[in-house]
């Protein structure tokens, strides 16, 4: 079970510069075959099916950590999307102008036919994110060597979309998961030591260029987010130390475990867009439901 | 962002005559259309993308919270079929006796070849789960309808199932989730009465087969759990009780609102099984970590 | 069975100002989840499965009279879409000078490599059509809980698409859907209302905006057609009057079964383009055609 | 447009023998790559595409006219199936005595799942028919000889589907659907021989054993049925005898047009399976709808 | 088993005018349904599936041959796409200027963000090359035909490329693959002929535009390239003569077997892209493997 | 280019004891996410879209004879399903005894309906191979630690489909590809290991258990197969020796590379089934071919 907090890890910047295509593009970080989605489900259903977790707990507890930080990874980039798209067409209720025309040219038209200008599980190309992109062998060496793997092959993701787009917005949100995103390539780089001792972790940076090149992630790495493991847990999934430690292989550093999630950010809202009928609704307003809320004794 | 619990929302018994078919059955309701990862994804999404949210918080705020209780879902079942596997072909490390020849016959052959006896994200066809089952207009009425008759939907497959597998461990958790379903159907059907002024809510069940034709429900509905919406947030999505109120459909007894979530039970702690070199990692053994901790400082 | 007429239900206008992505639009209107295949097979394999057609004959009478005029529907979007393509490239015989150059950047290629500028059961992105857009689960309920949302769905999608193309083409063409959309939307509400008393038709219309909005649906709800239910068929689903009947929910006009089809047009004759080597046969000309029909005796 | 005849072509049989898996088979014919579906979208789609039709009017009534009956097939195939399934699990409400049992082995789940023991568009893996499997080149002569390819190639599976399927309901099924398959080799055949001059009829049959290799076909080649193409149409397509003519390439017996459709018969009833909530809706019965009808002043 | 070789049956000149958006439309002639992977694994899996190869053998010597060129096929499309997308972003590691900002608006991002600007498997649209585009029913007459039919819908498809992509690169490599895809009609026509007696040839060509009509056929045409099946191999499949031979339908000229593959052209060395960190590895050069080399007394 | 031969890399014993769903389970080794259509279209693919090949030529050799060698693996997969598929149904001509019955039962329905009993590209549910599978970033340190990912979890579904049948046909095949899958982890190991440093080929075996628990695997041991890389190539990649070598990670004896294939052994011929119509034919014999190639002067 989850609790969920009305927050992002990190405050997005109002778009300046952005177009549906670059929306489209960055779709692939969220339903792309090594997007946030693929993370998400992979870390979530290998942390369902391990075998043997009491006399492999600490592994255990790394995967299951990482899998409850990608959650807060598919809002983000969602948020980001969301707020890429909107005010991209003609705000009005009148079809007749034909306020929905600059979506006949995008290169992602559901975003605009089937959702109100807002994210969906495909990748930049409209296909859908599927379970196939999932792989939980069962046998903790392969399916770290995936997660090594799969977190190297987003990281190449990451840097390609953020040299397609360079809306600030975007970027911030790129630069944080590149941050993040090596902080999980280091973490299965060193379960796979601990479990083989090979000096797995000095295979990283993959590919070559390193995370400095791309100015957004600096301010976090200051923070010391390339090198903590956040549990994103109350009372769990604590032993991910015992296993996350020693330098970082980049900065020496130390890598170090804290328990709990991130202090983060609200999330933004997003303007409606009547256009899209997006949210509709109109004879509700706030204040039928602050008075709703007296009557009923519910802090508003 | 999530705080993940390593809980689960019941206890689930241990199998008694399941078959490797049985698990194949229940992966209908957690990757099927209609499934646990279709509900949860389609009200992640829908929250992610609500435009207008200060206007329409609480409409907000009963997706949201339905959505955070939707992951225990996909865990509960997840679990569900991990415990019908577990132990299915017989155990060692030698492959010359073909221990896993009863995977030939099995209908999901997945289920041996892809994860180690475990649930992966497909249908009890092995067709695997995809985006395209997300709806997330951004109009509320229409996303609304939709999910009330997601709900009305997933129901029918959850009576199908338990008409399928008569397992206790697999009917344990589908009277659970049938009683938190309709709980949903409810939510919905509310949040459209709010809206529209139509009673909706007088349309349920649907289908007409009422939930205490089924005997696992009764202790969940005694408890109230068929009229009770948690937030599944520490914090946040309070304002949901300015919509879900009023009386039960079925019993007439009050909608509540409870701020967070179950206490829930401890995870189930999967066996091992050799034969699928799962999880493989023989040398290393818990007094190894347990001395590690020791050192580290780290409790165990 | 059936029998074809060689007529479409509406008089499609030559385009003025349409582009090949206007056409790679539409075709979310035939083969998107919402498109037109989609209602056809529904409502198509619902009427095939129907069990318990005795006790229940009026609602198999309604949804097999709109599975009927679906068929019209795939045909006069197609119809669009093709008169869409018509003339989009240079004709001509000679490959040399690249007369399908302009395909190069059209979003949707398919028009183009797989058709002669013609539709195909694509939607707007060029997935493909397929059968999990089927919904039929046999029960009534559900069943038809299912139409009343699909239809909302694809009046959505409409109203969308409207927005997106100007052409007047295109428009006539969603213009007529959105009226006759509309009305198997207070079809299937109204057989909702008939099984459970709930008064669904008031949820109309979803989303929010009345097609009083698209001056294309007036000429058509000036006629009534917002408001009849045609059997589309000679002699049979006669019934369906039991149950669509009393007021219009919009207008309060009466709800009415006409037996049969709509009179309708003859289909538009669509020009060759030899560019694509459509239809090639170069060889054989009407003249052929008449002299034989001539010999053996046929009408010409 | 079409107007639909609450029909059959033939009078199926009670099945004697039948197994859910049977019933899988059958479903290749109806959802496979070389199904009825097939058949039937691609001429549909075909004939609304077909550019120069005034020049080649006679292929194109050729082609109309048989995706006209191809609708009947999908129908008649899809019955089948229906009766195949009907009664394969204990009827009753009450779910504890798990009356779906049998699905839990049967090849394909979504007959109980999804659907009442019913038909789905879906191949016998239970793959989803798509639109991929339309050719609709815009080339008469690519198209045609597309056609003679498809229609061999569903031959194939017919034949194969009658040696894998005994049940007489099945047979009754494959043995016309080879008859009237058949003799639309021969008209695409035909239609190449037109246009080209070579004599493409003589390739048949193809695969080389006969239709009189099996009983079933007999009495509806005695009735000419695989020498008569019907226009299933009351006006239309009626030129299509101009190339549906000459010797039958296998018996020497005229090739016939009809103007029309097949008499056929009534459509079975399905009987209820309340243990598949199927139909529900109990409180409704035909007295009520006869007393409404009469009320009405409508003929039930 | 296949001994490969590092050479190309052409020469591609480089491109001149070439943009992403012509690489997308080329990959429908690799991983379209009528594109080269198509091609060569139908042929390829007939070959591994041919039943009585002895009685039959020179027919299956046919298919074989054909599907040892079809490899050769897949390479030069691949490296035809390759050299389009070469250069099309600008060059250099640094990824704040946005090196890849046009990826954005072309067609198909994956060239982008899947690959280094280099061919996958996909088609114009970015749908995946499948497993269901391979035909083998083990029915010699019927899998005949359907490379027949598979070969003609290539041709038209070529001819679509070519008309859509002026660039010499391309259409250099369309203009050999319309001459060597020609003289596969043939061969499958010649086989049918040879197992039927009807004169397939004469259908040739379909579509109607001769490859004349091709300025980039002629050369190869003057080679007699039209009519020379390859056994692409050292020792095998040289009963293929006895199958194909005679005169070629369009000029008259002998059909010729000859014994092995064509000489071929070195492949293109592909220029690296560090603005996709492709091919990355830049601590590595040349001099250290000629060292290396040297040492180990191998020859560089 | 290729050069075919018409031999397999090992003898197939005649198989004993196999069912259709023996097959089925070894269709996961050919087209499933593991099977050797994705190694061979991986490699096949990064060795045509291989930049900087000049400066990096030994490790292109290196991919490129793997590549070479995947073709072979995907021969023998085929013949050994085919082996296993023979003879599974009654044979002969009349279809009424229905001689394919046993198909209804058997999990993959494809091998009768849409084979002659023999391979397809399909995983072991009947799920087609596709494109998706293909991963060609470009980077050449995230190509190799893909591949050695890969061909670590193609060895798990190996050692599972051993574990899953019995049959000395199919443990012979799955032996070898045990043992050369092995050496292609080694291979990819080695070459990342030059590219960084890291010792990576002591992570293997990945599973933990080794090949010496596979007794088929011995003797290709013994003959060295674990430790030689074949170019499969007559004069080229032979530079993948600056790469391939050092002593094995597991028994210490030197890695090799030589230049060429194996020699291999004919494939089998695969006998008729006339009850599916392979290959039908029926009136051509052998002496036909043999007097027709001494009147053309051609060897038989």
Redo the contacts between chains.
Sequence with gaps: ?????????IELPTPKNA?P??A??IQ?LL???FGE?STL?NY??QS????????????YDVI?SI???E??H??VV??AI?LLLTGQTKRG????P????P???A????H???????????D?????????N?????????DL??N??LE??AR??K????????DPCAREMVGYLLVRGGMHVVAYARA?EH??????T??VP????SNK???ETRKYEENGLHRKLYT????????A??IF?GPHPEDGKPLEVVF???D?FPVP?????P????????H???QM?MD??KK?G???
Tied chains: 1, 2, 3, 4, 5, 6.
């Design positions: 079970m989850i609790l969920r907090m009305d927050r992002l890890p177009s295509n670059d489209a593009a692939e339903g792309g075959k989605m489900m979530t259903f369902f099916n391990f075998r043997g977790r009491k006399r492999l707990r600490p592994f299951a899998a409850g930080e959650y807060g598919i809002e969602s948020y969301n209720t009148n079809p007749v034909a306020p929905l025309a979506a006949v040219d290169r992602l038209s559901y605009f036919a089937a959702s109100a200008q807002t994210a969906l599980p495909v930049s190309m409209g296909n859908f994110w599927n379970g196939q999932v792989f939980s062998s069962g046998n903790l060496k392969l060597l995936h090594f793997f190297c092959g190449a993701n840097m390609r979309a953020y040299e397609m787009v360079s796979l479990l083989t001792g090979v000096e797995v000095k295979l993959v590919p070559e260029l090149a791309f100015p994103f847990s109350q009372h769990d999934y604590q032993k130390g015992l430690n709990g999630a991130l983060g809202d997003l303007e409606e867009e256009q899209l009928n997006s949210p509709g609704a109109d509700i307003d706030m439901f709703m809320a009923m519910i802090k508003y």
